[in-house]
């Protein structure tokens, strides 16, 4: 019989002082699956954040300075794909996601054709118990920001999206490529992402999860940023309806 | 305008003139930022020789004082320089990023090559 053909994986997560937290997540996802790769990319973190994860067996990507999420993210793509990777799976580093959802995020890509798989607190209602977590439960005005844009995605692109800001998400190796781009929305990419990938021809699904609320820590939407998020968001969006179509490169 | 006044202007014009220019030459400033400045210094200096003019706009914005127009001008300008400052910034956003993220990839390279985490157990 013929070896079936094995798709080189990698986790990435981008974190920022978050020492107590990531070696307990990287064991976590190791637990899942022992094939996956695991990149930390550390964004100018002040702690022992980067030790700790190659302490636990994951690669560490630092940057020099803290340069914000979507830069984060953009450099774990950019290691994918100059490292050859065929599926990537993004989860945030502060325990928020659970590792548990990996397999089947990454199935939906492998089995289904999609070319990017989300995962989204909002289609369906589970609560398993975990030690260190409580289940994630936003604030009113949080819970009708991500609603307000899920519709604005939705509308746009003729496809249910129900959580068009969940950092959990999974790409194949083209879509890697093309948030590789400059045209990666890398100041807070969220929905304008989704709309993006739509827009360039890529396949999006979505799967249901639970997701967590941080116990600890500062979230990057604290403080004004909210509101400079929204201004963003709807600006990123109306900018990539205008703007030509993108045409993947790879 | 009194003869005094319009060679007080001309002097700080050409003084602007021939500071910005200085400055490309010791490289202090980089040509592709010293248009607008060379620009508005020669604007001043011919709306200081041809003071017609300066009443002549004054009078098409609707203004009733010749230095609220200059006032004005002065105003625009400041506008486009920020607006290029803003365009240059994001630019440089983008190299930076480009950079840092480079830099990280090549030191996990690095790191890998020389097979060393630099870490000790807490």
């Given at each position: 019989?013929?070896?079936?053909?094995?798709?080189?994986?990698?986790?990435?997560?981008?974190?920022?002082?978050?020492?107590?937290?990531?070696?307990?997540?990287?064991?976590?996802?190791?637990?899942?699956?022992?094939?996956?790769?695991?990149?930390?990319?550390?964004?100018?973190?002040?702690?022992?954040?980067?030790?700790?994860?190659?302490?636990?067996?994951?690669?560490?990507?630092?940057?020099?300075?803290?340069?914000?999420?979507?830069?984060?993210?953009?450099?774990?793509?950019?290691?994918?794909?100059?490292?050859?990777?065929?599926?990537?799976?993004?989860?945030?580093?502060?325990?928020?996601?659970?590792?548990?959802?990996?397999?089947?995020?990454?199935?939906?890509?492998?089995?289904?054709?999609?070319?990017?798989?989300?995962?989204?607190?909002?289609l369906k209602e589970v609560s398993p118990a975990s030690p260190f977590l409580r289940k994630y439960k936003a604030s009113t005005t949080r819970i009708l920001g991500i609603k307000m844009f899920a519709f604005i995605a939705t509308a746009l692109i003729g496809l249910r999206i129900t959580d068009p800001t969940s950092g959990y998400q999974a790409f194949n190796r083209r879509l890697i490529n093309f948030f590789t781009r400059d045209i990666f929305p890398y100041d807070f990419p969220d929905a304008d992402v989704i709309v993006l990938a739509h827009r360039a021809g890529f396949k999006i699904k979505e799967l249901p999860m639970v997701m967590y609320e941080r116990d600890e820590g500062v979230s990057m939407h604290s403080g004004l940023k909210p509101l400079y998020y929204v201004f963003k968001m709807f600006l990123s969006i109306f900018m990539t309806i205008v703007r030509k179509k993108p045409i993947p490169l790879y | 305008m009194l003869p005094r006044q319009k060679i007080a202007m001309l002097i700080?014009?050409?003084?602007?003139?021939?500071?910005?220019?200085?400055?490309?030459?010791?490289?202090?400033?980089?040509?592709?930022?010293?248009?607008?400045?060379?620009?508005?210094?020669?604007?001043?200096?011919?709306?200081?020789?041809?003071?017609?003019?300066?009443l002549a706009i004054t009078k098409a914005i609707g203004a009733v004082l010749p230095t609220t127009a200059l006032f004005i001008g002065a105003l625009i300008f400041l506008m486009i320089l920020s607006v290029q400052f803003s365009v240059r910034i994001s630019r440089l956003t983008d190299q930076v990023k480009n950079l840092v993220q480079e830099n990280a990839l090549l030191r996990e390279k690095i790191d890998q090559t020389n097979n060393s985490t630099g870490c000790q157990k807490s």
């Open positions: 019989m013929e070896k079936k053909h094995i798709d080189k994986k990698l986790a990435i997560l981008p974190v920022y002082n978050e020492q107590d937290k990531i070696t307990e997540v990287i064991a976590e996802i190791k637990s899942v699956d022992t094939t996956i790769d695991i990149v930390v990319i550390d964004d100018g973190s002040t702690d022992r954040t980067a030790c700790n994860a190659k302490l636990a067996g994951a690669r560490v990507l630092r940057h020099t300075s803290n340069m914000g999420y979507g830069v984060a993210l953009q450099t774990g793509y950019k290691y994918a794909f100059q490292n050859g990777y065929d599926l990537l799976v993004q989860l945030d580093g502060d325990g928020q996601h659970d590792p548990a959802y990996i397999p089947e995020l990454l199935e939906l890509i492998i089995s289904e054709g999609a070319d990017m798989a989300l995962g989204s607190r909002f | 700080i014009c050409i003084f602007i003139f021939i500071f910005v220019l200085d400055l490309v030459r010791r490289r202090k400033l980089r040509e592709e930022y010293s248009w607008l400045w060379l620009l508005t210094s020669i604007s001043l200096f011919i709306l200081v020789l041809k003071y017609n003019w300066l």
